[in-house]
């Protein structure tokens, strides 16, 4: 039978592959955004007459400048939103790893 303290510790592991999921399914969303923003950058370097945005439902015209200053902060957001998950990514990877070899450590001792 297991000990209380390595099924806690099972439960714990399965608590951080649920975070890392939620974590990466974020991270692919910002990516998507990511990569929307861009393209949407390349567009206006083919300086269109005329660029419009969305505010809501509405769609109203706006400035070339305006619109890809507000393209830019939006695409340095993304990239720092994944550069901080990635962070997290990492750090709930190693907590993983290191639970993991606890939980094998005390299924092998309790083995013996």
Not at 11 to 17: D, G, P, T
Not at 60 to 71: K, P, W
Not at 83 to 100: F, P, R, S, V
Request: charged letters at 40%; hydrophobic letters at 35%; glycine letters at 2%.
């Amino acid at each position: 039978m297991m000990e209380k303290e390595t099924r806690d510790k099972i439960e714990q592991l399965q608590n951080i592959e649920n975070n890392l999921q939620h974590l990466l399914m974020q991270k692919q969303s910002m990516q998507g955004q990511l990569i929307e923003t861009e393209q949407a950058l390349k567009e206006l370097d083919k300086k269109p007459k005329q660029v419009f945005r969305m505010i809501g439902s509405v769609v109203i015209e706006s400035s070339l400048s305006d619109l890809r200053e507000d393209l830019n902060s939006k695409k340095e957001m993304a990239e720092l939103k994944i550069k901080n998950i990635d962070k997290q990514e990492k750090k709930i990877k190693e907590q993983a790893k290191e639970l993991q070899e606890e939980v094998l450590k005390a299924m092998e001792k309790n083995g013996k």
